[in-house]
């Protein structure tokens, strides 16, 4: 059996594991009347938001693909594998959000039977989220493999079959960066609107608690909890994973590997690992009914360590029985050990990642709770503690990607580079699922405070939002990693494929991406100045839509008589703020998402720039992306965490002048976090991906 076939197979049992897991979360209680009844307005909102969305990119979808079709060799096979990028990360997200709409009404369910209960119900959801992301992004590579791998296939003069398909499946990831981009741009404007603007007006300004029946602008909340963090994250992720394989495949056959070669082969293989070793890894996700923070972080360590533990030995296994021939890469002699060792450094990167972002943004830990103590002295110093903390955070990070490039850059040159990227992201299966869980245990809150049901069963669910407050931060973290290690080896392959396209059309000029070439220079500052105007654009959006949002519950509260007395049968209008948020936030991403496509491929055909620049602005823009990502993502979270803190009793609990800072902070770092943090992942790797999609229409121009 060809290599390939083994992908495909664990991507089949990927997807057939996840709809055995939507079995079993379907048959679970949905609780009374009137938990089924707010469950299902969020799941109306947020089913609507993504509809228009997708009616918003249909347009864009389709202009690209014409582009593609007009533009890039193969034509025609391009564009279709940009569609099938798209058609396969709108399923993913859409899958994976429904599910999560249709569990949070359990979770508050299960909880009333067991902590326990509502802890997996929960992860469930999510670990559906986190198999449909992996197994779809596998099968749609593999299959479009399967079709075109041999298309216009060739021997060149070293003798090493050749074909276009790095190509192809370059159009795939692009199609897949293309959803990613307006799902996490949107969905990030859309949910932080949303929470901002009313969390201001009611808990600020109204003093009244959050989730509250009285504010018109809770559902609107809720919804954006599903369309950021779960459609959005999950986009993200499947660009990501999708964006390792095929950056480690074109590395690859642009050293000299035939396309059907082992290190060609490889990670599909090792994704297969992945798949796999994730589903093993959600049997480890147990807790008690203990409500403490450390207990529930243990258990879904537990599942993504196990996780971990199992892709570092059948990864070895997988190597071992593909029997990998020594081959040089980069000026380095390349063994199967090499490999592994890569892959390793980025899965052990990965998990520390995780851990690092864990302390700084959990509350169980000095940094967040000395970013809660600074509220003490009010806002001003909560907001400078937080952000400092969030600067802090990014040495760790940083010093663990720098470590994991070097080693595998030493062990297997560029290509160690790129399938060190598969290793971090082979557990995202689980990983994701993590992540996931947090909006849906979020919902439950939610739901249970709109439901009025006793504070014991609010207790629990507060305790599953905040551990799931901590896993969103780090699984924010783990996503800003994986994108800088993926964007690199696109960079890398964008790099050799530049040098490889000349040579091949006679090109009689050099190429260089050295700091000593003053078009370099600019362009690592035009992409440093990207990131800062992506942020700008994405933070200012969602502070217009947010003033909507409290201007318009001011006006229910100001109209609709006895709404914020708590009138018993006056309800608010909760359909106006989802449309208002809807509206504003499909408005607002199109700019900076037409801006990330339109600016590398500007700056690779403009005369006195071109392809050397474009590499720069690469580099400028995934140094400058990384850092200030893992700022604002972990800045956003101590913020979020230390309210969380002061609210369970410390400093003077909620309705203190620290809770009252506190939340003042929480609304500042809500668009870090959610919005224009998580956005720079996609930035970075788009431009890398569209840079490497149009390396022959910039060498055409030389």
């Given at each position: 059996?060809?290599?390939?076939?083994?992908?495909?197979?664990?991507?089949?049992?990927?997807?057939a594991?996840?709809?055995?897991?939507?079995?079993?979360?379907?048959k679970?209680?949905?609780?009374?009347?009137?938990?089924?009844?707010?469950?299902e307005?969020?799941?109306?909102?947020?089913?609507?938001?993504?509809?228009?969305?997708?009616?918003?990119?249909?347009?864009?979808?389709?202009?690209v693909?014409?582009?593609?079709?007009?533009?890039?060799?193969?034509?025609?096979?391009?564009?279709?594998?940009?569609?099938?990028?798209?058609?396969?990360?709108?399923?993913?997200?859409?899958?994976?959000?429904k599910?999560?709409?249709?569990?949070?009404?359990?979770?508050?369910?299960?909880?009333?039977?067991?902590?326990?209960?509502?802890?997996?119900?929960?992860?469930?959801?999510?670990?559906?989220?986190g198999?449909?992301?992996?197994s779809?992004?596998?099968?749609?590579?593999?299959?479009i493999?399967?079709?075109?791998?041999g298309?216009?296939?060739?021997?060149?003069?070293?003798?090493?079959k050749?074909?276009?398909?790095t190509s192809?499946?370059?159009?795939?990831?692009?199609?897949?960066?293309?959803?990613?981009?307006?799902?996490?741009?949107?969905?990030?404007?859309?949910?932080?609107?949303?929470?901002?603007?009313?969390d201001?007006?009611?808990?600020?300004?109204?003093?009244?608690?959050?989730?509250?029946?009285?504010?018109?602008?809770?559902?609107?909340?809720?919804?954006?909890?599903?369309?950021?963090?779960?459609?959005?994250?999950?986009?993200?992720?499947?660009?990501?994973?999708?964006g390792?394989?095929?950056?480690?495949?074109?590395?690859?056959?642009g050293?000299?590997?035939?396309?059907?070669?082992?290190?060609?082969?490889?990670?599909?293989?090792?994704?297969?690992v992945?798949i796999?070793?994730?589903?093993?890894?959600?049997?480890?996700?147990?807790?008690?009914?203990?409500?403490?923070?450390?207990?529930?972080?243990?258990?879904?360590?537990?599942?993504?360590?196990?996780?971990?533990?199992?892709?570092?030995?059948?990864?070895?296994?997988?190597?071992?029985?593909?029997?990998?021939?020594?081959?040089?890469?980069?000026?380095?002699?390349?063994?199967?050990?090499?490999?592994?060792?890569?892959?390793i450094?980025g899965?052990?990167?990965?998990?520390?990642?995780?851990?690092?972002?864990?302390?700084?943004?959990?509350?169980?830990?000095?940094?967040?709770?000395r970013?809660?103590?600074?509220?003490?002295?009010?806002?001003?110093?909560?907001?400078?503690?937080?952000?400092?903390?969030?600067?802090?955070?990014?040495?760790?990070?940083?010093?663990?990607?720098?470590?994991?490039?070097?080693?595998?850059?030493?062990?297997?040159?560029?290509?160690?580079?790129?399938?060190?990227?598969?290793?971090?992201?082979?557990?995202?299966?689980?990983?994701?699922?993590?992540?996931?869980?947090?909006?849906?245990?979020?919902?439950?809150?939610?739901?249970?405070?709109?439901?009025?049901?006793?504070?014991?069963?609010?207790?629990?669910?507060?305790?599953?939002?905040?551990?799931?407050?901590?896993?969103?931060?780090?699984?924010?973290?783990?996503?800003?990693?994986?994108?800088?290690?993926?964007?690199?080896?696109?960079t890398?392959?964008?790099?050799?494929?530049?040098?490889?396209?000349?040579?091949?059309?006679?090109?009689?000029?050099?190429?260089s991406?050295?700091?000593?070439?003053?078009?370099?220079?600019?362009?690592?500052?035009?992409?440093?100045?990207?990131?800062?105007?992506?942020?700008?654009?994405?933070?200012?959006?969602?502070?217009?839509?947010?003033?909507?949002?409290?201007?318009?519950?001011?006006?229910?509260?100001?109209?609709?008589?006895?709404?914020?007395e708590?009138?018993?049968?006056?309800?608010?209008?909760?359909n106006?703020?989802?449309?208002?948020?809807?509206?504003?936030?499909?408005?607002?991403?199109?700019?900076?998402?037409?801006?990330?496509?339109?600016?590398?491929?500007?700056v690779?055909?403009?005369?006195?720039?071109?392809?050397?620049?474009?590499?720069?602005?690469?580099?400028?823009?995934?140094?400058?992306?990384?850092?200030?990502?893992?700022?604002?993502?972990?800045?956003?979270?101590?913020?979020?965490?230390?309210?969380?803190?002061?609210?369970?009793?410390?400093?003077?609990?909620?309705?203190?002048?620290?809770?009252?800072?506190?939340?003042?902070?929480?609304t500042?770092?809500?668009?870090?976090?959610?919005?224009?943090?998580?956005?720079?992942?996609?930035?970075?790797?788009?431009?890398?991906?569209?840079?490497?999609?149009?390396?022959?229409?910039?060498?055409?121009?030389?």
């Amino acid at each position: 059996m060809d290599l390939i076939y083994y992908a495909l197979i664990a991507g089949a049992i990927g997807i057939a594991f996840a709809v055995y897991t939507v079995i079993g979360l379907m048959k679970k209680d949905r609780g009374n009347q009137d938990v089924r009844e707010i469950s299902e307005l969020i799941e109306k909102g947020a089913l609507a938001f993504l509809v228009r969305e997708y009616k918003y990119l249909a347009a864009f979808v389709v202009i690209v693909a014409i582009v593609l079709g007009v533009l890039i060799e193969p034509r025609g096979l391009v564009a279709v594998a940009y569609l099938i990028g798209t058609m396969c990360s709108v399923a993913a997200g859409f899958i994976g959000m429904k599910i999560g709409t249709k569990s949070n009404c359990r979770t508050v369910a299960g909880v009333q039977k067991s902590l326990n209960e509502g802890l997996r119900v929960a992860f469930s959801s999510g670990a559906v989220m986190g198999l449909m992301v992996v197994s779809l992004a596998l099968i749609g590579l593999s299959v479009i493999y399967v079709i075109w791998g041999g298309y216009n296939e060739g021997v060149n003069d070293a003798g090493v079959k050749t074909s276009d398909i790095t190509s192809i499946l370059v159009g795939f990831g692009f199609g897949a960066s293309s959803i990613a981009l307006f799902a996490r741009v949107g969905g990030g404007i859309y949910t932080k609107a949303a929470d901002v603007g009313s969390d201001l007006v009611g808990k600020v300004e109204a003093g009244i608690p959050e989730d509250d029946p009285r504010n018109p602008g809770v559902i609107a909340d809720n919804v954006g909890d599903n369309v950021g963090d779960i459609a959005g994250m999950g986009a993200d992720l499947f660009e990501s994973y999708a964006g390792a394989i095929i950056a480690t495949m074109t590395v690859a056959i642009g050293a000299g590997i035939a396309f059907d070669g082992d290190l060609a082969m490889l990670p599909f293989i090792i994704a297969g690992v992945g798949i796999l070793c994730s589903i093993a890894g959600t049997f480890f996700v147990r807790v008690g009914e203990q409500l403490k923070i450390e207990a529930l972080l243990a258990a879904l360590r537990r599942g993504v360590y196990a996780a971990s533990f199992f892709v570092a030995v059948f990864a070895a296994l997988a190597i071992y029985l593909m029997d990998i021939d020594p081959v040089t890469i980069s000026d380095k002699y390349v063994e199967g050990l090499d490999i592994w060792l890569s892959i390793i450094a980025g899965l052990i990167a990965g998990v520390l990642i995780g851990v690092s972002i864990e302390y700084y943004t959990a509350d169980i830990y000095k940094p967040t709770q000395r970013v809660a103590e600074a509220s003490e002295t009010g806002t001003g110093t909560l907001i400078i503690k937080g952000f400092s903390t969030g600067m802090m955070s990014t040495v760790i990070p940083v010093l663990l990607v720098v470590a994991a490039v070097l080693i595998a850059y030493e062990l297997a040159g560029l290509y160690g580079v790129a399938i060190t990227a598969v290793g971090m992201l082979s557990t995202l299966g689980i990983t994701l699922a993590t992540d996931a869980y947090g909006p849906v245990a979020d919902n439950a809150g939610g739901i249970a405070e709109q439901a009025g049901l006793p504070p014991e069963i609010r207790e629990k669910t507060d305790a599953l939002d905040s551990l799931g407050n901590t896993t969103a931060a780090t699984g924010k973290g783990f996503a800003i990693g994986s994108a800088a290690l993926t964007a690199l080896g696109l960079t890398a392959a964008f790099g050799q494929n530049i040098i490889n396209e000349m040579e091949d059309e006679g090109v009689n000029e050099t190429f260089s991406m050295s700091l000593m070439d003053p078009q370099v220079v600019m362009g690592v500052l035009i992409g440093a100045m990207m990131v800062c105007l992506f942020s700008a654009l994405t933070m200012d959006a969602v502070g217009k839509a947010a003033m909507g949002v409290v201007n318009e519950v001011r006006r229910q509260w100001r109209e609709i008589p006895g709404l914020l007395e708590g009138k018993e049968g006056v309800k608010p209008d909760y359909n106006t703020c989802v449309d208002m948020s809807t509206k504003a936030a499909l408005r607002s991403m199109m700019l900076p998402g037409i801006l990330a496509v339109v600016i590398p491929i500007t700056v690779g055909l403009v005369p006195f720039l071109g392809p050397e620049a474009l590499g720069g602005l690469l580099i400028g823009a995934i140094g400058t992306g990384f850092v200030l990502a893992v700022t604002m993502a972990n800045a956003g979270g101590s913020w979020d965490n230390a309210k969380k803190w002061i609210e369970q009793g410390n400093l003077g609990g909620k309705g203190s002048d620290s809770h009252k800072a506190a939340v003042n902070g929480d609304t500042v770092g809500d668009p870090f976090k959610d919005t224009s943090g998580p956005s720079l992942n996609i930035l970075i790797k788009l431009m890398s991906m569209i840079s490497l999609l149009f390396v022959p229409v910039f060498v055409s121009v030389m």
